[in-house]
């Protein structure tokens, strides 16, 4: 089979095509022929970062978390897809798991669902990382029909799916943006869009809460924006980030009383625990999408197997919209 791999990390390493043999199926794994693999910011990290990265795999290095494909083998012991099944999930890219920036991959059984039947294979490979963080950091904080849900980065590629299922799941959803398309996206999306470049947290809370906060943040921006997440939310609310290794000051969550919730789906892959919990997630995401709650946004240009470079640029620069997938 053909896979691209990295033998180096850093502003100047590119991909290059190799041919090596098809992976061999075992216990509880299957092997899939990849038909897409979409990019996350991780992806890109990993890329420049390398080994300053723990969870970087070692070189020479394939790449890809997400993918979308089609089971062609099934090892002993699984019983949840079988040959021939359209299949998505997140399941390498990382440590020793190979990536999918391959024409095959091994993948744990435990880590895919079947696909949504009405999203083609691009679609459906935009959706897993993405999917279960902003599904996980809305179920850890209590959604239910009602909340006021204020979404952090309502753009990006974990806010446009957490304004989607908060709205599917019943709450008033908002959302913080910063330009006209990103704003654009966010009310076509059905959330009432905030500018955060002119609006005040202050401001914003008084013209949507009546002054008393929201009772649930999705903060996929995290960093020195979780200050804003806490001054935006309402006494005993709920704030999750993706986004929260720094040195910060707690006064005002302890002062309101907050739950704090810290995302970091990648754990399952990283240390091979729950991560049954992971497919039954996919699972329940691919019932919101076939209900009509959800369809993932891609960016506008397409890129071939060839082009993992460009595709990587292309969401390195900040230009895009939607999710960048790769077709293998």
């Known amino acids: 089979m053909k896979e691209m791999i990295l033998n180096n990390y850093g502003d100047q390493a590119i991909f290059e095509a190799v041919n090596i043999d098809k992976p061999t199926v075992k216990e509880g794994h299957v092997v899939l022929k990849v038909a897409a693999t979409s990019i996350n ?21 394939v790449l890809g978390m997400d993918f ?25 890219g990382l440590a020793d798991l190979q990536g999918a920036l391959a024409e095959y991959m091994l993948a744990d059984a435990n880590l895919i669902a079947l696909k949504p039947k009405n999203l083609t294979i691009r679609e459906a490979a935009a959706i897993p990382l993405v999917g279960i963080t902003a599904y996980e950091g809305l179920m850890r904080a209590q ?8 979404v952090h980065g309502g753009s990006g590629g974990v806010g446009h799916i957490g304004i989607q299922f908060a709205k599917y799941l019943g709450a008033d959803v908002y959302a913080t943006g910063g330009g006209d398309k990103q704003l654009a996206l966010i009310k076509k999306l059905g959330a009432t869009a905030i500018n955060y470049k002119t609006e005040k947290v202050e401001d914003y809370v008084a013209a949507h809460t009546e002054g008393n906060g929201f009772d649930i943040i999705l903060d996929t921006v995290g960093g ?3 200050l804003n997440s806490f ?7 709920q704030v999750s980030t993706t986004t929260s290794m720094l040195e910060i000051d707690l006064t005002t969550a302890h002062l309101k009383g907050l739950s704090l919730h810290v995302v970091f789906m990648l754990i399952p892959m990283l240390h091979n625990k729950k991560r049954a919990e992971h497919g039954q997630i996919l699972n329940k995401i691919t019932e919101i999408v076939e209900a009509g709650g959800m369809t993932p946004v891609l960016d506008e ?3 071939s197997f060839e082009q993992v470079g460009d595709a990587y640029a292309r969401l390195s620069s900040g230009a895009g919209m939607g999710k960048v997938v790769v077709e293998v």
Do not use: H, R
Not at 41 to 61: E, N, Q, R, Y
Not at 74 to 87: C, L, P, S, W, Y
């Open 41 to 61: 910011t991780v992806d890109t990290m990993i890329k420049l970062m390398g080994s300053d990265l723990p969870l970087s795999p070692a070189l020479p290095a």
């Open 68 to 92: 979308a494909g089609t089971v062609e083998e099934v090892g002993a012991g699984v019983t949840n897809v079988k040959v021939g099944d359209e299949v998505y999930g997140c399941a390498g």
């Open 143 to 150: 959604i239910s029909q009602g909340k006021k849900v204020l």
């Open 224 to 226: 020195l924006n979780m």
């Open 231 to 237: 001054d935006a939310a309402a006494i005993n609310a």
């Open 301 to 303: 240009n397409q890129f």
